[in-house]
Each structure stands twice: as structure tokens, then as C-alpha cells.
């Protein structure tokens, strides 16, 4: 099957995972800040790594992280940061995890503000990726020009997850609301 320029040359045992995250998830609008947060989380994971090392580890990833619930990440204490590190299915990274934390308690200060982490990404689109970076440097921990991007891109709110030629290009025009569309 050929894929768009979202799926690399990979072996064919990384295939499956890779296509069911491009097909199903890649620049595709999320709706539930769990998973806006999620996303974030695991593109600050990706760091460093292969996006398929953190595709083979959601699973683990989310429950280690509570499937993502910012409240319940804003809570973690001493206790859960050594939990997390010494979890194998996770990446256990001092900065990453930490990161994890602090920006979970940055999300649920701009739910307060603007009823949601969503509602905040809307307002501030659409802007530049150096916009973006600078705004997500500013409120976030762990989050560089790259981060920032494929953040965006994966969810949605800048352009180049899919070419026009990808049959999964229009599956994802479909699913943006319509301010949405006007900006790709």
C-alpha cells in the first residue's frame, strides 16, 4: 500500500502500528482535552526517539499515565514520579516526566480561563509555527519548534499530515470543522 510522506520507509514489522496511527489518528481534529493532552504527551516522549519506540508504548503510556486524566496527572506527587520512573513501559526520563506533571497543572489553569485546552488551541488559531512554538515555549515545559509542529500537525491545526494525494486526506477534511478547512 502506498502511503503519503506521513509514513516513512519502515520495516514491515513496524507497519501495521504505523499505518493504523496514520489511517485513523494522524491530523485528524481531537475533540476530548485527555486526548489533546495525551498527544502532547507522547510527541514530548517522542524526543530523541523513533515515533514508532512511542507507537508501540501507548498502551503503557496511558496507563501509567491514567489514560491521560489531567486532573489526575496535575495530582501526581513524589510517590508517582518514582513510580513512573522505574515503569519499563514508559520512557523514563526525569524531564519528560516531569514534564508531564507541570503541564499537566498548566492545562487545567487554561481549562479555568477558557473552559478548555481545546478552546485555548482555537483561540489562538491560526497563527505561524513560530507563533505557535513561541506561545507552547511560553505555557509549556519540554516543548521545541518540532514538539510544537507535530503537535499541531497530528492534531489537526497546521497543514501537512497528509498530502492531497493520500486517500486519507479527504477522510480528514471531512472530519475538521469548517473554520478549519478555510486554513489548511
Known amino acids: 500500500m502506498s502511503y503519503c510522506k506521513a509514513i516513512p520507509n519502515i520495516k514491515e514489522a513496524d507497519r501495521k502500528v504505523h499505518k493504523e496511527y496514520h489511517d485513523n489518528h494522524y491530523g485528524f481534529p ?8 495525551c498527544r502532547l504527551i507522547l510527541e514530548i516522549n517522542q524526543a ?18 491514567h489514560n491521560f486524566n489531567i486532573k489526575k496527572v496535575a495530582s501526581y506527587r513524589e510517590k508517582d514520579f518514582e513510580r513512573l520512573m522505574k515503569d519499563e513501559g514508559i520512557i523514563r526520563n ?9 503541564n499537566a497543572k498548566s492545562v487545567l489553569v487554561l481549562q479555568k480561563e477558557h473552559g478548555s485546552f481545546k478552546n485555548w488551541i482555537e483561540k489562538h488559531h491560526p497563527l505561524t509555527k513560530e507563533e505557535w512554538v513561541k506561545l507552547f515555549k511560553k505555557t509549556f515545559r519540554f516543548t521545541g519548534g518540532e514538539i510544537v509542529n507535530e503537535f499541531l500537525m497530528s492534531t489537526g491545526y ?3 499530515a497528509h498530502e492531497e494525494g493520500c486517500a486519507v486526506y479527504k477522510k480528514v477534511m471531512k472530519s475538521k470543522p469548517a473554520w478549519a478547512k478555510k486554513n489548511k
Open 48 to 65: 530523541g526517539l523513533s515515533w514508532t519506540t512511542i507507537l508501540k508504548k501507548q498502551d503503557t503510556f496511558r496507563k501509567a499515565y
Open 30 to 37: 481531537i475533540e476530548n482535552d485527555d486526548e489533546l493532552f
Open 94 to 102: 526525569r524531564l519528560k516526566i516531569n514534564a508531564a506533571i507541570e
Open 158 to 160: 497546521l497543514p501537512g
